[in-house]
């Protein structure tokens, strides 16, 4: 697996960055929608679709891809790409939010629903938390209630297309209802847990759930 990597130095800077808007409260409006509200407060819509990571973007291969779905579930897996292929698959279309104020409407998604991967692995009564891994070494984590939703999918493709390695490619997670940061690209690792285990930009000074319409950039 090859990868494309930002030196240290720029990895450093983007996270120091990013935790300084956490500590500083920037980008808040301090607003909420109102029921049926699309655009969450202090969002822009965009046309184009913004390439946001920790400066690496993995190369994984299709013939290399596994997906590991594990911790308290009845059915642990490890998924390769023709196994996650012969799945029923789904789209979706939706909205999506990041943190860093945009907003793009109307994403159309083929892959894997949550709900048929959780139906897969059958949850234990125990399970309340997920954590994601990515293949860039990234985690974030969701309530299961969060992550369990029948909008939310495994995707591999976007509008028609296979999904590019710089949104995440082949695989990555779709959660719209929350802020985009909890929608792992390069997805390879779901845990389900009993405690919540707070993710990367958690640790770090951002929501630990994240809701746009609430406005719950940071902790």
């Not at 013939?63 to 023709?82: A, K, N, Q």
């Not at 992550?147 to 710089?166: D, K, M, V, Y």
């Not at 990555?172 to 929608?183: E, G, I, N, T």
């Amino acid at each position: 697996m090859a990868e494309d990597q930002a030196p240290d130095g720029i990895r450093q800077k983007l996270v120091d960055t990013k935790q300084r808007w956490a500590r500083e409260g920037r980008l808040l409006t301090g607003g909420t929608a109102p029921p049926g509200q699309r655009l969450p407060p202090g969002q822009r819509l965009v046309r184009d679709w913004p390439v946001l990571d920790l400066g690496v973007q993995p190369a994984v291969a299709e013939e290399s891809f596994r997906l590991e779905v594990d911790g308290l579930v009845d059915r642990p897996v490890t998924l390769d790409w023709r196994w996650l292929m012969e799945l029923e698959q789904a789209e979706r279309t939706n909205d999506i939010h990041c943190v860093t104020q945009w907003s793009r409407y109307d994403n159309r998604w083929n892959g894997i629903a949550a709900t048929t991967l959780l139906e897969l692995v059958r949850p234990k009564s125990q399970a309340r938390f997920v954590e994601f891994g990515a293949y860039d070494g990234y985690t974030t984590n969701l309530a299961l209630e969060d992550f369990a939703r029948p909008e939310n999918i495994l995707a591999h493709s976007w509008q028609g297309e296979r999904l590019t390695r710089q949104h995440g490619g082949p695989l990555r997670v779709v959660v719209p209802h929350l802020y985009f940061w909890k929608s792992t690209k390069w997805v390879k690792r779901i845990s389900l847990l009993a405690q919540n285990r707070p993710g990367f930009w958690e640790q770090r000074g951002y929501h630990d759930r994240g809701d746009p319409w609430m406005e719950e950039r940071y902790g």
